[in-house]
């Protein structure tokens, strides 16, 4: 059995517009990379964190990486020691799972070191608790896309019934990150408790359109679907120039875009990878007129989530 793994885990894209809490998907970069070694010093500790400017807390009980290693070690009955390095590559507070990222490459691997005990998707509750951990909420529309790859419906959360969806080959997307900061509790805090049932209905017709273009290949369907009556219109206004931003992207030749997660990122699904190249490049520059510098990612739908590279 070896006894040191490295593993990425894929950024990713939760509510995808009229998905709020129930759809996301990864993406094939950016992403986090764990290592995690077996010791025989008892404990799951936190070796080193590179990446995050200090930010992130180094005990185990605190860390979304070590409290989901700590719950699976626990549910398993085995006391291991493990030793965690972990090395960010996105930027905290995204709108990227960045947390859901870690989280994930951390279960995944020691998942692997003790030779697969649990299935993927039985890691799942796992890497909740590590979202429970970052943000107050152990939502899966992050953990799961990243643990399974490709498009994740979550269809109830008690009990948890999770579906990975088909995707349309020729489906590609854009995501740019403003640099500024929206925290996720904020941007949970500002949604409005009620809404009107108008709304609602108009949500819940998006949310099966989306589903169903994404089983019929129609890509046509996915861009008319990608529209966000409830959140997009309350969360827009914590990133400046939003709506220049979206209006770029669908210039530029997008089926359709809206908030990554609680933001700042955006995203744009387009169908070719030079349509997603160009849509970044008018996504940047329509942040730029707000003095706003952005990172772009252009890629297609990551189908395999988490991955052992080392």
């Not at 077996?38 to 009980?61: M, W, Y």
């Not at 209905?201 to 529209?227: F, H, M, P, Y």
């Not at 827009?236 to 609680?262: C, H, N, R, T």
Request: aromatic share 4%; hydrophobic share 45%; glycine share 10%.
């Amino acid at each position: 059995m070896a006894k040191r793994i490295k593993v990425f885990a894929p950024a990713t894209v939760a509510n995808v517009a009229c998905g709020f809490d129930v759809l996301g998907f990864a993406v094939q970069e950016p992403g986090d990379e764990v290592i995690v070694t077996l010791s025989d010093t008892p404990g799951v500790r936190i070796h080193s964190i590179q990446g995050d400017n200090g930010r992130l807390p180094r005990e185990a009980e605190r860390n979304t990486v070590s409290i989901s290693i700590l719950n699976y070690l626990e549910k398993l009955g085995i006391h291991q020691g493990v030793e965690i390095d972990l090395i960010k590559k996105m930027p905290l507070g995204s709108g990227l799972g960045s947390s859901a990222a870690s989280t994930v490459a951390g279960v995944f691997a020691i998942n692997e070191l003790l030779d697969k005990p649990m299935s993927v998707m039985d890691l799942l509750p796992f890497a909740m608790e590590g979202e429970r951990i970052a943000c107050g909420s152990a939502h899966a529309d992050n953990v799961a896309p990243c643990l399974l790859g490709g498009f994740v419906l979550v269809r109830s959360y008690d009990p948890l019934d999770v579906i990975k969806l088909p995707v349309p080959k020729n489906l590609y997307a854009t995501i740019v990150h403003p640099h500024v900061e929206v925290q996720t509790k904020d941007a949970r805090n500002i949604l409005r408790k009620q809404v009107e049932l108008n709304d609602a209905v108009k949500q819940w017709g998006n949310v099966g359109g989306l589903v169903a273009g994404l089983l019929l290949e129609d890509t046509a369907l996915i861009g008319r679907s990608l529209q966000d009556v409830i959140i997009e219109p309350v969360r827009s206004v914590l990133i400046p120039g939003f709506d220049e931003v979206k209006q770029a992207a669908m210039d530029a030749g997008a089926l359709g875009g809206s908030i990554s997660g609680s933001g700042p990122s955006v995203f744009a699904l387009s169908t070719s990878m030079e349509k997603a190249t160009v849509i970044g490049q008018a996504m940047s520059a329509a942040f730029a007129k707000y003095s706003i510098e952005s990172d772009v990612f252009v890629s297609p739908i990551n189908p395999e989530g988490p991955k052992v590279i080392g």
